[in-house]
Structures are given as structure tokens and as C-alpha cells.
């Protein structure tokens, strides 16, 4: 969701993404990376079949959005030490990006967007170039 004139609690910029996984017998989710909206747990887990449902939650995850690029710059560098390949390719970098940015242009748009249409970096109107 883009709401460009909605406060959002956070530490970085007025974002907040709150995502759920979900699968056979639960989901997941991740209740906050930008934004601090809700006074909920990091990550939350579900598991649920007949007669036995668990919910466990993770208020202990580093959840400050920070931290992954500092964990992400630190891997890249180990695998350049060790001569490895990084966990995520260039091409899957990009994917991402072209993932996120195809939501924002679809934001601005108000149209579909195909993630491997884009070429450039898109930022949600309103923000400083």
C-alpha cells in the first residue's frame, strides 16, 4: 500500500511493510521492516491442523531495518574474502529490485506493472528524487 500523506511510526522514512507467508499447515508473518506500526512481535509463526493450532512468536528478532544492509554489506565482503559466490546472485539482486520498484510504479501508475519491464529506478511520487 502507498499512502503518501499517512504518518507511519518509523526510524527511517514513512513506509511501513508488513508481509505473510503462508503455506499448507500455517503462515508466517513479518510484521514490520521500515515501519513500527504495530506493537506486535517481529516475525510471528502459526501453525495450524484440526485440533492443534501454535502460534509462536519472535519479539527478539533484529528487526531494525539497518541491520540487514549492515549483515548484507558483511556477507558480500566474506565472499569476496573466501572466493565464494554471495547468496544472492546479481541477476536475483536485480529481480528484487525490479520487484520493488514495479510496486511503487504501479503506485504511481495505478496500472499493472511486469517487474521485468523496468529498466531504471522508480521512487513512489511524493518522495525526493
Not at 47 to 74: E, L, M
Request: negative net charge; glycine residues 10%.
Amino acid at each position: 500500500m502507498y499512502a503518501p500523506d499517512m504518518w507511519m511510526r518509523s526510524a527511517y522514512y514513512g513506509a511501513d511493510e508488513f508481509f505473510e507467508i503462508q503455506g499448507d499447515e500455517g503462515f508466517l508473518w513479518v510484521t514490520r521492516c521500515t515501519g513500527e506500526m504495530l506493537d506486535l512481535p517481529a516475525v510471528v509463526l502459526y501453525q495450524g491442523k484440526q485440533g492443534n493450532q501454535t502460534t509462536t512468536s519472535f519479539p527478539h528478532v533484529d528487526a531494525d531495518w539497518g541491520t540487514g544492509f549492515r549483515r548484507a554489506s558483511k556477507h558480500f565482503v566474506d565472499a569476496i574474502v573466501e572466493g565464494v559466490p554471495a547468496e544472492i546472485s546479481a541477476i536475483e539482486a536485480i529481480k528484487a529490485l525490479q520487484l520493488c520498484f514495479a510496486v511503487y510504479e504501479a503506485g504511481n501508475t495505478r496500472q499493472p506493472v511486469d517487474p521485468r519491464a523496468l529498466t531504471g529506478v522508480v521512487v513512489p511520487d511524493g518522495w525526493p528524487p
